[in-house]
């Protein structure tokens, strides 16, 4: 069978998405080692009323993870790492301060240090986004849950940071 422009761009399909999955899951499983206290810590926080409860954050993370590996792989399938340069990096350095955020808040109870880490997170994720958007529509399309996400993460670690001095 023939391959298409895509298949020719990107090489084999099913290999480089599963490299995208994994280099995704390592940077989840980092930061996951941050967390491996996580309920305890979040449940002994004071916490506003409209924050989730600790077992929704698991299920949300696994389907975010999945969705930013194949918004990357279609960038990368597009233009490969020399036409995406640019996005590819932002994405890796996005993951790099999604896990450092972990190590931050949960591991390290800088609260502080914590939110700025989230607000350096957003404004990664919005330039990955952007920056996917150009080369694949649907590949920016697939980050919208997570900016939306992160969003609501800044909000809740700035009310965690502030409303828990003493632990934070």
Do not use: C, D, K
């Not at 926080?45 to 194949?70: E, K």
């Amino acid at each position: 069978m023939a391959q298409g422009g895509a298949e020719r761009a990107g090489g084999s399909t099913i290999p480089s998405l599963l490299g995208w999955i994994g280099i995704t899951a390592l940077a989840a499983a980092i930061g996951g080692a941050a967390a491996a206290n996580s309920r305890e810590f979040y449940a002994a926080l004071q916490r506003p009323t409209w924050a989730p409860p600790g077992s929704v954050f698991g299920p949300v993370w696994s389907v975010l993870y999945l969705l930013m590996a194949i918004a990357a792989w279609m960038v990368w399938r597009a233009r490969r790492f020399i036409g995406a340069r640019v996005a590819l990096v932002v994405y890796l350095v996005q993951l790099a301060l999604n896990a450092l955020w972990t190590w931050l808040f949960f591991a390290w109870h800088r609260g502080a240090l914590a939110f700025v880490g989230v607000v350096l997170l957003w404004v990664a994720v919005a330039m990955t986004l952007n920056l996917f958007w150009r080369v694949r529509t649907l590949a920016g399309a697939l980050l919208v849950p997570y900016l939306a996400w992160v969003s609501f993460a800044t909000a809740l670690t700035y009310s965690l940071w502030r409303g828990n001095p003493g632990m934070l």
